[in-house]
């Protein structure tokens, strides 16, 4: 079975492939435009994994949890400003790759 990454990878070049050549160009038009657009793509990525989407989760951009014990499974940032994408960069480096929450620690399902 192909990896969590392997299959977000699949599902958001899958879904950026259907967005209108029209539309990926208005979305640069803002920063409000292109955040739109990202929430729209990352959206149907995070449901095509079964995962729930939340924006602005721990002070990243995106996020996609799990549905049942709401653990987060993929962080995403995007960043308007290029010159800044380094300060992302090292937020996403502190997330600890692969980290497992034992069974016991997690929130109980209801």
């Not at 990878?9 to 990926?24: D, G, M, P, T």
């Not at 793509?41 to 949890?65: N, R």
């Amino acid at each position: 079975m192909p990896t969590l990454l392997a299959r977000f990878q699949e599902q958001f070049l899958s879904r950026i492939a259907r967005v209108e050549l029209s539309e990926l160009h208005a979305s640069w038009a803002s920063d409000v435009a292109r955040t739109v657009l990202y929430r729209k793509i990352l959206g149907d990525v995070a449901e095509a994994l079964k995962l729930k989407f939340e924006p602005e989760l721990l002070i990243v951009d995106f996020a996609m949890i799990a549905p049942v014990d709401r653990v987060p499974q993929i962080f995403i940032e995007s960043e308007n400003a290029a010159w800044s994408a380094v300060q992302e960069v090292r937020k996403l480096c502190c997330i600890p790759v692969g980290a497992v929450v034992p069974a016991a620690l997690r929130a109980p399902v209801v």
